[in-house]
């Protein structure tokens, strides 16, 4: 609970920091994680992705259709990203070469429509051909064929 309420104040601090401007959160009963799943809980003027994620609902420009998105090995939980940030394959998060740090991605498979939005906080991916990595967790959550390494993907940001 102690990790929960210092994630929930960090990501308040950011953004306070990075819209400039107080938004005052309801605290809500706990939620299980399937309920969240199932039903992708809709506050008034926040979207939960996750039981520790929360998003700000908003407008999402198109950015790149038909990419290819793969998912971080197990072998970087632990480690640090290029954002200074530990790396944690059950968080919702990316690396992606040109979005700022912080950006909120929303990542939709074109083969079932699934759709997840996570936080750009690495570089990468370094292969040419493909756009986006994803954490195990993310990636999972909208895979079609979960043997798969890899899915074509439409990239949209969450604009403030």
Known sequence: MKKLITLFFLFAVIGLISSQSA???KQKAPVSKDTIKKNKIELAEQEIVSDTNIVEKGKYKFYKKNAHASYYADKFTGKRTTSGRKFDNNKYTAAHKKFPFGTKVKITN?????SVVVEVIDRGPFVRSREIDLTKRAFM?????????????TIEVLEK
């Open 141 to 153: 959550e909208i895979a079609q064929n979960k043997g798969s390494g890899q899915m074509k993907v």
């Open 23 to 25: 938004v005052a959160i």
């Open 110 to 114: 074109e083969a079932n429509g699934k």
